[in-house]
């Protein structure tokens, strides 16, 4: 078995996400992909079993436990698939909550995956008291003219906004508290994020139910946060905007999200082999 890693929505400068990559996982239980996971370390890894050339059956595990989608392990596998097998195009990955579609093409970058999510929806964040409280924040933190609230792009995310970039850069909070919490809410990351203008918006993701403090880039919370912008009119005249994280932990990412029309919400970015 040959394990591929990538790191996923580099800049132009480095950084980026890293993801491992099993391009064939055919035979591999459940448990053998944890382990494998595990042993990998990076926050996702993501096992593939091809159906043809062009379409897939996708799994993906953190060290410790399944995750329905993500989005930079997505991103990973699609420039893998890409390199090693059928070059650029369309792609077809079937994950557990639903068909996604992936565009892989050239730039001068380098390869770019774009995916497109599931049809988001968003929900009231009825915990923020106790979510603020894990992480050590209060009402004076929070932005008072961007709503907190739960958006869904394939995982649930709360979504909440700090009032300064300075308060976004202090992320020190009750580990096993916010995970024992997002494991009983079934949210994915938690997303903390600064709007520095309309087309940039800074992030950070806490991951604690994943086993890790954080994470470096989160597609599928990219994805969930366009979804929750649409549906309170708060996107770009042309529905497109930037997110920049994993700046804090040392490792730039980049993520370009589209989330113009009604259905899903595209993300794209870079990946390049570890």
């Known amino acids: 078995m040959q394990?591929?890693?990538?790191?996923?929505f580099a800049t132009s400068h480095g950084g980026g996400n890293p993801a491992g990559v099993v391009l064939d996982s055919s035979g591999l239980s459940a448990d053998q992909m944890l382990t494998v996971a595990a042993d990998v370390g990076y926050s996702e890894t993501a096992f593939l079993t091809p159906i043809s050339e062009r379409e897939y059956q996708i799994r993906y595990f953190s060290?410790?436990?399944?995750?329905?989608?993500?989005?930079?392990?997505?991103v990973a596998a699609s420039i893998a698939i890409a390199e090693t097998v059928s070059g650029v195009g369309d792609l077809l990955l079937h994950t557990k909550v639903g068909p996604i579609e992936v565009s892989v093409h050239d730039s001068d970058a380098g390869l770019t995956a774009t995916l497109t999510?599931?049809?988001?929806k968003t929900a009231e964040l009825r915990k923020l008291p106790e979510l603020l409280g894990l992480l050590d924040w209060d009402e004076s933190d929070l932005d008072p003219n961007l709503p907190a609230g739960l958006a869904?792009?394939?995982l649930w995310h709360p979504i909440v906004w700090a009032r300064t970039r300075e308060r976004l850069a202090e992320l020190d909070y009750d580990f096993t508290g916010l995970k024992e919490l997002m494991r009983s809410?079934?949210?994915?990351?938690?997303?903390?994020?600064?709007?520095?203008?309309?087309?940039l918006i800074h992030s950070r993701n806490a991951f604690a139910v994943g086993g890790v403090v954080e994470?470096?880039?989160?597609?599928?919370?990219a994805a969930a946060l366009g979804g929750y912008l649409r549906s309170h009119d708060r996107l770009p005249a042309d529905g497109r905007f930037?997110?920049?994280?994993g700046e804090d932990m040392g490792q730039p990412c980049l993520l370009e999200v589209d989330a113009?029309?009604?259905g899903g919400v595209q993300v794209g970015g870079l990946a390049t082999s570890i």
Do not use: K, M
Request: with cysteine.
């Open 215 to 221: 994470d470096p880039a989160t597609g599928a919370a």
């Open 185 to 199: 809410q079934g949210w994915g990351t938690v997303s903390l994020l600064f709007r520095e203008s309309g087309s």
């Open 3 to 8: 394990i591929l890693r990538y790191r996923s």
């Open 63 to 74: 060290p410790e436990a399944e995750v329905d989608f993500c989005g930079h392990a997505t």
């Open 117 to 120: 999510s599931v049809v988001p």
């Open 260 to 262: 113009s029309g009604l």
């Open 152 to 154: 869904f792009a394939g």
């Open 242 to 245: 930037s997110v920049r994280q």
